[in-house]
């Protein structure tokens, strides 16, 4: 977006990058020694900002969405007509929206919000029940790397969480799906965690200290 | 960057880096595309292309940065046999490696061996996403990218690494939140290049959706569930009974509602015990949402919550316990304000009123929340939560959360983070076993069929997985 | 439809619960087939989401947070004393700051299709996005440190209580202890933990078997989770079912279709 940015209007760029995060980091980490740090005032303006800006960052978004489609109209390019079905929704439900009092609390939006938004999110992510065991027919074999570890964690877990099975179940079963879940699922996910923690420090030191610190 | 570390979006032609996981134009999903067709469509870059400018006296990088960074090439992840000769280890490269360049030696996974995948089909374009959020629509991330882009960071090497191409894209789709719908049927099926409908034998889904649909249909028509049959209870549901049940009357709860329509099938089963439990305990609910459409579905539960709470509850007014604060956009960059300043994070609510006044606000102004709820279908949810706000309220959590958010969030509860855990459809019967709730006939027909579906599809996925093995045994026995 | 009150006549919710019935079938039939049943729905769910979002967006953020108190008391940007007053602070200059991203937005966008623009413009507007970036940088940063790794370390580390307790206790915590860290040196390292470059032979074995130990706890996590997607993603499916043909049943456009196909 930004091309032909000069070099100076980069650094200054990453400097209020570094100054903003620093005064951030400050007034969190501060917290815990001084709560009425004088940086607590200047963070939550800055917070509110942010809160503000991606409210408009998000409008802009959907402004780039809209403009794609109707250049795809304009150009008649492949499945134009449903371009031109998604700009009609659009500018429809954005008429009923603005033209009513309450924004979506509107009745007419909150029609709108029960009769297409609701059920057709519902559906489009119900599909991914059939994804599942589509998936499961092709990885949850034996052949596979890990195939084993994986299909018996998979298998105890099935069993035992469903009533069906569960039933004919010892109780011993249960218990170790209980502690399959509380041990080694747990500390494996803490590692993951971690690991995922340490690259967003990582990735902020390098950022502070530039791209080969 | 150069002009080969980017590719043209299939979707609307914007050109996008290469590690992209959604186009920065038009928000279609990148990940896994084929490999030729990044090729074809890697363009030279658009003169608006954010770009670091290099310092003038840093040295010139080589003009080919697949060279420097294997993985960037598009055919990173074929295997070898499907690679041009000139890029196979051991033959004539037009440039010899030089110093400082990554080696088969120091980096293992450059080797022909390690990533040779023989029965690896080619990869097939990714389905394009075109619902689940926003992502990637936003230019803020096109120039966190531009910003933040790592000049050599090298491949780090996971588990999923050990896994065959196709396995770790489709595992990739399998465990992400967005529905990977608009797949193209002509490249449904690229071990035998025909589409799912007319591929050969069993890599045909359709009788894998087919065998669930029917089962599904069946099971519900016929409910056969025992009425005391019930799913097993993760830990975790009655520490957060406890939890919302020592709360004082007019305690304030400030609530994430962190799910929309597309998971309320099943968060609406979990959470509707709990939202119960808090208004007949009198509860204040200030319940704001980081997604558009939760607002909406917050309105929805809460007001059947209100039909099935206790009397006493609703002899209470619901102004003077709920506080609609609606949507907060911003993500991980405003949600401290709610931790540290709620009443400056939430001025007004759904309608547009200054809500200062209600009690629930007033008491933020002085006092930290008695409890935070996570109401939540993705685990990155509660993290940021429990990173943003509970590190600066220092207040309990309780989640009410998806099934498969369940095992992600454990170290939480373990750590004491999370006081209490409330997941999928199970924790939900069990939420309502605890508050001894009666349900209505159709709710326990409802249940029941719920129950009796779970029943019938664990029966077509051992099925699916049995043809599955055999399936891949007799694969093995092909010469 | 809707547990709300609505003030639309009634016919209007049987007009949606129809509406919403087709509407799913398009996007189920997708089972069948990807037709453009499917994708005409896909589309128009984009659209109506998309303007909702813009609708909620305004209505809910901008208007009642920026625009109605810079309309109300527009020119309030200094108190009695002089000090510059909230009006300015949170209102004049992130006006100007989105006012600025959106030109320049739009300045890209015309850019791309026409190949004019302003320079300046998508200049000045990289200081408001600095910022952004700036302030989600520090926050998720700041964050990842005070709420997971200092935590998790924490309670990683706590093998104190196991030693206190029963033998079985002990043996959980240092179990935990192991795959936790043999999770995270084979998600970091992987087969490098036998390369003889990077660490010194006596450590080389203990290392291998180590990541050897998290990456078959991976795999068993893996199977684990594997389990609970597909209970999660069942439920949808058998909620979405349960909706459209058997809770709605009690619906007035249920009554009304079965009476018509059973002639009543």
């Known amino acids: 977006m930004f091309a032909q940015r000069s070099p100076w209007i980069n650094r200054i760029a990453l400097l209020i990058v570094a100054l903003v995060a620093g005064l951030l980091f400050v007034d969190r980490l501060g917290d815990g020694f001084n709560s009425d740090l004088p940086t607590r005032p200047i963070a939550n303006l800055l917070y509110t900002w942010a809160l503000l800006l991606s409210a408009f960052t998000l409008i802009l978004g959907v402004f780039h969405l809209l403009w794609t489609h109707l250049d795809r109209i304009q150009q008649g390019s492949q499945e134009w007509p449903l371009s031109l079905l998604l700009v009609v929704a659009f500018v429809l439900v954005l008429v009923a929206g603005f033209a009513a009092s309450g924004g979506v609390t509107s009745p007419l939006l909150e029609w709108t919000f029960d009769a297409l938004i609701a059920p057709g999110q519902a559906t489009l992510f119900a599909l991914t029940g059939f994804f599942v065991v589509a998936a499961a027919y092709r990885y949850l074999r034996l052949g596979s790397p890990g195939g084993l570890w994986i299909l018996a964690g998979a298998l105890i877990t099935l069993l035992v969480q469903t009533p069906l099975s569960q039933q004919a179940l010892p109780p011993v079963a249960t218990q170790f799906a209980d502690w399959l879940l509380l041990v080694p699922v747990m500390a494996v996910m803490r590692g993951a965690l971690l690991g995922g923690a340490l690259a967003v420090l990582f990735a902020g030191v390098r950022l502070f200290f530039g791209p080969k610190g | 960057m150069t002009s080969t570390s980017t590719f043209g979006c299939p979707h609307c032609g914007k050109p996008n880096p290469l590690a992209a996981t959604f186009c920065g134009a038009c928000g279609a999903y990148l990940l896994g595309l084929d490999a030729a067709e990044m090729t074809r469509k890697s363009n030279p870059p658009a003169d608006d292309e954010p770009v670091f400018q290099p310092r003038n006296d840093a040295p010139t990088p080589p003009s080919d940065p697949a060279q420097t960074q294997p993985w960037l090439r598009p055919d990173f992840d074929q295997p070898e046999s499907e690679r041009p000769d000139s890029e196979r280890p051991g033959s004539e490269r ?180 709990v939202i119960e439990h808090l208004l007949e ?112 309220d220092d207040a309990p959590i309780v989640a009410v959360t998806s099934a498969a958010v369940d095992p992600a969030i454990r170290p939480y509860v373990d750590s004491g983070q999370i006081v209490g855990l409330v997941s999928g459809y199970a924790g939900g019967i069990e939420y309502q076993t605890l508050m001894a709730d009666v349900l209505t006939t159709s709710g326990q027909e409802s249940q029941r069929r719920h129950i009796t579906g779970q029943n019938w599809a664990l029966v077509v996925l051992l099925l699916v997985v049995a043809v599955g093995s055999l399936a891949g045994l007799a694969e093995r026995r092909e010469p | 439809m809707t547990p709300l009150d609505s003030t639309l006549p009634p016919i209007w919710e049987n007009l949606g619960l129809l509406i919403g019935f087709v509407f799913s079938l398009f996007i189920l039939s997708f089972v069948i087939r990807d037709s453009w049943l499917v994708r005409a729905a896909q589309y128009l769910l984009v659209g109506v989401t998309l303007a909702y979002t813009v609708v909620l967006v305004w209505s809910n953020v901008l208007w009642p947070r920026l625009f109605l108190p810079l309309l109300t ?192």
Request: no cysteine; net charge neutral; glycine share 10%.
């Open chain 2, 281 to 392: 305990k009198g509860a204040r609910l200030l319940v704001v949402s980081q997604l558009p459409g939760g607002p909406a579905t917050a309105r929805r539960l809460i007001a059947v919550a209100r039909t099935g709470a206790s009397q006493a509850a609703l002899s209470r007014q619901l102004g003077d316990t709920l506080v609609e604060g609606g949507y907060l956009p911003g993500g991980v960059a405003s949600l401290p304000l709610l931790g540290q300043a709620p009443v400056q994070s939430v001025p007004v609510d759904m309608q547009g009123r200054a809500v200062g006044n209600r009690a629930a606000i007033r008491a933020l102004a002085t006092d930290s929340p008695a409890l935070l709820l996570i109401l939540a279908a993705r685990s990155e949810e509660v993290q940021r939560w429990i990173e943003q706000v509970q590190s600066l």
């Open chain 2, 94 to 273: 037009p440039n010899p490696p030089e110093r400082g360049r990554p080696s088969p030696d120091d980096q293992p996974w450059l080797r022909a061996d390690s990533d040779a995948q023989p029965t690896d089909p080619p990869p097939r374009p990714a389905p394009q996403r075109l619902v689940g959020g926003l992502q990637g629509l936003i230019e803020p991330i096109e120039i966190d990218q531009s910003l933040f882009r790592p000049e050599s960071a090298g491949p780090t090497r996971s588990a999923l690494d050990d896994l065959p191409y196709e396995t770790r894209r489709e595992l990739r789709q399998l465990f992400a939140t967005d529905v990977p719908i608009l797949e193209d049927p002509a490249q449904e099926n690229p071990e035998v290049g025909l589409s799912a409908g007319q591929g050969r034998g069993l890599w045909r889904r359709n009788w894998i959706y087919g065998l669930l649909l029917a089962a599904l249909l069946l099971g519900l028509w016929f409910a056969n569930a025992t009425p005391d049959s019930r799913p097993h209870s993760w830990p975790g549901v009655s520490a957060a009974y406890s939890a919302i049940d020592s709360l004082s009357a007019d305690a304030v709860v400030l609530v994430n509602w962190a799910y929309d329509p597309s998971n309320a099938g099943e968060m609406d089963l979990a959470a509707l015990p």
């Open chain 3, 73 to 264: 008391n527009p020119l309030a940007l200094f108190d009695s004393g002089g000090q510059p007053t909230d009006q300015l602070w949170v209102g004049w200059l992130p006006l100007a700051a989105g006012l600025l991203l959106w030109a320049a937005g739009i300045d890209h966008l015309r850019q791309r299709f026409t190949g004019s623009g302003q320079p300046w413009l998508r200049h000045l507007a990289a200081f408001p996005l600095a910022l952004l970036v700036g302030v989600g940088l520090g926050a998720g940063v700041a964050g990842a440190i005070q709420g997971t790794l200092l935590p998790q370390f924490w309670r990683a580390g706590q093998m104190g209580e196991s030693l206190a307790g029963a033998p079985s206790l002990l043996l959980t915590g240092l179990l935990t202890l192991l795959i936790t860290g043999g999770a995270l040196l084979h998600l970091h390292s992987g087969q490098a933990t036998g390369d003889r470059q990077r660490f010194p032979a006596p450590l080389r074995p203990v290392l291998s078997g180590w990541a050897w130990l998290g990456q078959r706890a991976l795999w068993l996590a893996a199977g684990v989770i594997f389990a609970r997607v597909f209970a999660s993603r069942i439920t949808l499916l058998i909620a979405r079912l349960d909706t459209l043909f058997f809770s709605q049943q009690a619906s007035d456009l249920w009554r009304w279709l079965l009476a018509l196909v059973g002639g009543g």
